[in-house]
């Protein structure tokens, strides 16, 4: 592809000089390292979904729009978002009205907001959010505060009547089970610093708060998860997932024709850490800019499979030939490098639409993301 440039020989020399992850002491962490403070390395998650809401507002005109402002006005911001950006977790139309009048809270009071499905959701909220308001909207629900070290641990009350839209546990990330089913009681941890919420399963909340809170933002970047998420910079919305979780023996078994044909090519590819997806871009009407990261255990693997995972993007279908290529139905491939440990895919969305890069990881398998042996080859 034309204007491509092939990092890797160029930028060798450099690339073994920098750290795993550029991110000092006393560099301010972008909102994607601060969420990620709060997923524990002795615990690391399957994937952590991220949006960064309070950039969507100031890129769609609505950095004044607040939780307090009037309510034509924040559906009017939120369907502008909706139109045009791909966030990785619903917007929350419900939390305009009913929901925000309940709880004193609603997506135009967030600074961002990230969810570990099935585990723990956090929230950031703006400097003018009222956490007062949220601790008696819970404390009329019956939930019992227990002062923590990081805040106020709010236990839920398994008896309280709270109306079905108005459950946390309906919220994305934390919605497993269905209204027929009993769903587990959600706890709530509000941070001392009064923007900080975390809502979790058990009594757990409290201590993913106060660890979150007390990281330190280098230690979060040098992490798989962190060396990801720093070379995606300030993105609009994220998704990081495990590297077991995004390429597995059996997701390659489930390849089939010329993407099998495409995988089996270049493989074995190395196995890393973490993949994450993002995108940013420099205006509302400016085209989106994608980018996927693969954080590698050493620099070697990451220029090792630089070209192989070059090929698949630009030759290769998602998954059997009942796909169109990824450069007809997703996205064209703009840059491809190394940069340390860590292999860089720049991409331009089909249509200048960022949903084509979210929903990669989503998807299994990922051809580009395939790694270690096919299946029933000889190498296997």
């Not at 991220?50 to 890129?59: H, I, T």
């Not at 009017?76 to 978002?81: K, V």
């Not at 956490?131 to 236990?155: D, K, Q, W």
């Not at 979790?200 to 330190?216: K, M, P, V």
Request: charged residues 20%; contains cysteine; glycine residues 12%.
């Amino acid at each position: 592809m034309a204007g491509l440039r092939l990092g890797g020989a160029l930028g060798l020399a450099l690339a073994l000089t920098m750290s795993a992850a550029a991110v000092a002491d006393d560099d301010p962490p972008t909102p994607l390292l601060e969420a990620l403070a709060f997923v524990r390395a002795e615990s690391m998650p399957v994937g952590i979904d991220f949006v960064d809401w309070a950039q969507l507002r100031e890129l769609h005109g609505g950095a004044d729009v607040t939780g307090d402002s009037p309510l034509a006005d924040r559906q009017r911001l939120m369907l502008d978002i909706a139109g045009a950006e791909a966030a990785t977790m619903p917007l929350g139309f419900d939390r305009l009205k009913a929901w925000r009048d309940t709880w004193g809270w609603g997506n135009a009071d967030l600074a961002w907001e990230a969810r570990v499905y099935g585990e723990f959701a956090v929230m950031r909220f703006g400097e003018l959010w009222d956490a007062g308001r949220f601790g008696e909207a819970l404390s009329g629900f019956g939930y019992m505060p227990h002062a923590i070290g990081a805040g106020t641990l709010y236990e839920p009350d398994p008896a309280a009547d709270v109306p079905w839209q108005l459950r946390f546990a309906n919220m994305h990330g934390l919605d497993i089970h269905g209204q027929a089913i009993t769903e587990p009681m959600v706890w709530v941890a509000l941070g001392s610093d009064g923007r900080t919420v975390v809502f979790g399963r058990s009594a757990e909340a409290g201590t993913i708060l106060h660890a979150g809170l007390r990281a330190r933002p280098a230690e979060v970047a040098r992490r798989g998860f962190g060396r990801a998420a720093s070379a995606l910079g300030a993105p609009l919305a994220a998704s990081i997932i495990d590297g077991q979780a995004a390429c597995s023996e059996a997701t390659m078994g489930w390849l089939e024709g010329a993407a099998r044909q495409a995988a089996a090519a270049v493989a074995p590819l190395h196995r890393y850490e973490a993949l994450a997806a993002g995108y940013t871009r420099s205006a509302a009407e400016a085209a989106p800019e994608g980018r996927f990261v693969f954080a590698y255990p050493e620099p070697g693997q990451a220029r090792a499979d630089l070209a192989g995972r070059q090929v698949l993007v630009e030759e290769g279908n998602p998954f059997n030939d009942n796909f169109s290529r990824y450069d007809e139905m997703a996205f064209g491939l703009s840059d491809a490098r190394v940069t340390g440990s860590r292999l860089i895919l720049d991409v331009a969305p089909v249509n200048d639409e960022p949903v084509h890069v979210m929903r990669q990881v989503r998807t299994t398998p990922i051809l580009f993301a395939t790694s270690g042996p096919m299946p029933g080859s000889d190498t296997a």
